[in-house]
């Protein structure tokens, strides 16, 4: 089991949301959230030895976030690292008139000095499987007189060429790496391959240099750098010596790249010896779509391309697009690239061109791996290739889904929710525990806070429940309602007392972490139903886990005619 991916399934406190103030809480809010939750569990209030116990340890709780969020240097330290960052080993030697820039850097000193000592079990592998497949006699017969083709059923669909590509990483120190790679592959029965072994060192936060030693088509030897220039302009470039049977063949690579604007990288290469060539390219990344450009003009090949990508980061969906013409012909290419799972993607493209005809491209990505298999449909353009080779995918891809990729999809999120459950166990018992101890405690202030609202026609919450219901959304469910409810709690006593001349503010953070308030339904997403009375009219609403909420509301007003 990861340990790391363990931790972060863990509960971890929220002394905001415990106090009820927003992140950017002052010193004042601070302090008059402090002063409040102390008058309900302050030990001394309450006479009943039992009561007095669990008093106790909320006051603990309610001190102890204090404690952090006054203090500048531990609110730092917890704004940017939770908790965790507060019981790290060797924050005693921080000095407490330290930034929070400079708290963060001595966090990630003490992260590194643990992170060596790792390094050697750790590598970074990258491979690359890519399957080419000649479909060509689906749609275009070979017509050989000396082959009888009358006398086959089903059309010939061969592996015209395999290719495979392999890298591990080997971290040194935290300055040094070294990267092992090999390259495997066969075309229409011939066989190539290399190995190769780059060292890197990071010189600064601004540049680094490697050297790399390949064989293959005879040894390799080549030097490549990369350093930060200004703000916005960078370079590299790499020196290359190629050893053939015929001499050395020497290459020079440079490349020189500008930031242009907030989104948008400007890039001049220069390649002189092996391929001379120079071209421009410009990329623009946003949330939203990926476009570059491209203009290449070499003593061999010359074309210009355009591409561009609209992403839908909500359905976990890329739709791509991309141009080129060049002296060796042209081509467009459309397809899609969805995201299947945490670690997975599948992508599907359909390449139409002269002179390479009608190829489509099937892509699967999984963690550091990618398989992909090309499919040669036609040596030509014709529309019926072009038609299946956009279809077939969707059809494919719609069926697989459903009855496959949905289920393990399902199973997966059961799984990790168990697992959750599970980790937190332990801890959600005690916070249960915690609650209902809250809630004995607030009774009494519960009875004030509510005989003064009343008296004065104020908010006066006559329900609030929170957890997971299985009535629909946009429909809060009524007194009348029978339908059965699914892991909700009753919070209205905890919601009452945190009134406040007439009001009652909460924050956009989890619910659970409010006194009085526990997560009933670990991993699910959980609701907030309110009811209550302002001037002596029905209002009612109901919200997501993480909304913001202020009330009393002109909107939430029930028209009872």
């Known amino acids: ?24 809480a002052t010193a004042e809010e601070i302090n008059n959230a402090y002063r409040r939750q102390s008058r309900l569990y302050h030990p001394d ?29 531990q609110r730092a330290i917890y704004d940017s690292l939770g908790t965790r960052g507060l019981e790290t080993e060797g924050w005693e030697i921080v000095q407490r008139a330290k930034t929070p820039q400079e708290i963060r850097e001595e966090y990630e000193r ?92 990071l010189i600064s936060s601004k540049g680094w240099l490697e050297l790399d030693v390949g064989a293959g088509n005879g040894p390799m030897l ?6 930060t220039l200004t703000k916005r302009l960078f370079c590299n470039g790499a020196t290359i010596l190629q050893f053939t049977a015929h001499g050395i063949r020497p290459g020079l690579v440079g490349t020189l790249a500008m930031q242009l604007d907030k989104h948008a990288v400007g ?34 090949h010359s074309y210009i391309s355009l591409s561009y990508t609209y992403k839908m980061e909500e359905r976990q969906l890329k739709l791509r697009g991309c141009v080129k013409a060049g002296t060796f012909g042209a081509f467009l290419e459309y397809g899609a690239e969805k995201k299947v799972s945490q670690h997975s993607s599948l992508s599907a493209s359909v390449s139409v061109g002269v002179p390479t005809g009608v190829i489509l491209k099937i892509k699967l990505s999984r963690a550091s791996q990618t398989y992909s298999f090309p499919i040669h449909l036609c040596e030509e353009v014709v529309p019926a290739p072009v038609f299946y080779a956009t279809v077939v995918p969707l059809i494919t891809w719609t069926v697989i889904k459903k009855l496959i990729i949905d289920p393990v999809v399902r199973e997966q999120k059961e799984r990790d929710k168990e697992k959750q459950k599970e980790l937190n166990k332990t801890r959600m018992l005690e916070k249960q525990r915690e609650a209902k101890s809250a809630i004995d405690l607030m009774k009494a202030t519960f009875s004030r806070i509510r005989s003064e609202e009343e008296a004065k026609r104020g908010l006066v919450i006559t329900k609030a429940l929170y957890g997971r219901f299985v009535y629909p959304q946009e429909r809060a469910p009524r007194d009348d309602d029978n339908g ?4 909700v709690i009753d919070v209205t006593i905890p919601l009452q007392c945190l009134v406040k001349d007439s009001k009652l503010v909460l924050h956009n953070a989890s619910k659970s972490q409010l006194p009085g308030f526990y997560d009933p339904c670990v991993g699910e997403d959980k609701q907030l ?8 009219q029905t209002h009612e609403c109901i919200i997501k886990d993480a909304e913001p909420l202020r009330i009393p509301k002109q909107s939430h007003r029930v028209n009872t005619t």
């Open 1 to 24: 089991m990861d340990d790391d991916g363990d931790q972060d399934n863990v509960i971890e406190e929220d002394f905001y949301t415990f106090l009820n103030v927003p992140r950017n």
């Open 45 to 73: 209030k309450h006479v009943d030895p039992v009561l007095k116990r669990e008093a106790e340890t909320l006051f603990t709780r309610t001190k102890k976030a204090y404690e952090v969020l006054s203090d500048a240097h």
């Open 110 to 201: 003490l992260a590194r000095e643990r992170e060596e000592r790792r390094l050697q079990q750790r590598t970074n592998p990258k491979g690359n499987v890519t399957v080419n497949i000649n479909a060509t006699d689906i749609f275009s017969r070979y017509d050989d007189e000396y082959d009888d083709i009358s006398d086959r059923i089903f059309p010939t669909i061969e592996v015209s060429g395999m290719s495979f590509s392999q890298s591990i990483e080997a971290p040194l120190t935290l300055r040094d790496t070294v990267t092992m790679s090999g390259q495997l592959g066969t075309q229409n029965g011939t066989g190539t391959g290399s190995v190769n072994v780059s060292a890197r060192r």
């Open 222 to 227: 080549s030097l490549k750098g990369f350093r």
């Open 267 to 300: 890039y001049l290469t220069y390649r002189a010896g092996i391929q001379s060539a120079m071209s421009t390219m410009i990329v623009r990344d946003t949330s939203m779509s990926h476009t570059s450009f491209t203009m290449q003009f070499g003593m061999v």
């Open 484 to 487: 059965p409810r699914d892991e």
């Open 529 to 536: 139903l309110l009811q209550y009375l302002f001037h002596a």
